[in-house]
């Protein structure tokens, strides 16, 4: 039998499953990959947590909009909302009507109402954009921590060969299998890392702009 088809023969009796290249990865390699998997496992509970609450805050912030345009006047609204809700729209027009009620001069009373309103958006747009950092982090980190244990799993495989004298594709391909396994990994936690971050900071932009249109609104009748 020739080396290619004894090598052939080789390879097709290697067992190539996910747990048998985690198991026959070395120490550091299998740090990497339990790191990539853990990682991974966080973001995808980030991005389902943060498509709930955006698709919550933009529902409540439409209907509390239209609330707003349909009741007589600004104090009737204000009366039919209450200090402890969490609806982002709803704190930052309290905020501004309980400004305007402390005002009894109306000189400069715009001004200081739309700082008041700005301060407003910025919390809670600061509370809803918690843990963006760690997607953007696990998005460009992941794929180098996995080409890391890459590098090093194959510079395993190259030592092996070495100290064995075997060059033959049945001594090399399990190692590195095993050692491309890490940099896979890498991709499948940063790629959707990075598309749920770029929505996410689609989806922030465009709801600060909402309530930034709803403060100039409001501006523009008190």
């Given amino acids: 039998m020739d080396p290619v088809t004894t090598a052939a023969t080789s390879l097709g009796t290697t067992d190539f499953s996910i747990l048998t290249l985690f198991m026959r990865a070395d ?9 990539l998997v853990l990682a991974s496992i966080f973001s995808w509970a980030l991005i389902i947590d943060k498509i709930k609450i955006f698709k919550k805050i933009f529902k409540e912030t439409d209907i509390a909009e239209d609330q707003f345009w349909s009741s007589k006047s600004a104090g009737d609204f204000y009366k039919k909302t209450s200090s ?37 958006i910025d919390k809670q747009i600061e509370k809803y954009e918690k843990n963006l950092t760690f997607l953007a982090t696990v998005g460009s980190v992941a794929p180098f921590v996995g080409l890391f244990g890459t590098v090093w799993g194959i510079m395993n495989s190259f030592q092996s060969i070495a100290i064995s ?4 594709l049945a001594i090399v ?6 050692a491309l396994f890490a940099t896979a990994l890498g991709l499948l936690a940063a790629i959707p890392a990075v598309v749920a971050y770029n929505k996410f900071s689609s989806d922030s932009r465009r709801y600060t702009q909402k309530l930034e249109n709803f403060t100039q609104s409001f501006l523009t009748i008190i």
Avoid at 27 to 35: A, D, G, N
Avoid at 113 to 119: E, F, G, S
């Fill in 27 to 35: 120490l550091v390699v299998k740090f990497v990959m339990i790191s």
């Fill in 165 to 168: 004298r075997n060059t033959s």
């Fill in 84 to 120: 402890s809700s969490d609806n982002p729209l709803v704190v930052v027009f309290r905020a501004g009507m309980e400004c305007v009620q402390d005002h009894k001069s109306k000189g400069q009373i715009v001004e200081r109402t739309k700082r008041v309103m700005d301060v407003a």
């Fill in 173 to 178: 391909a399990p190692g590195i299998a095993e």
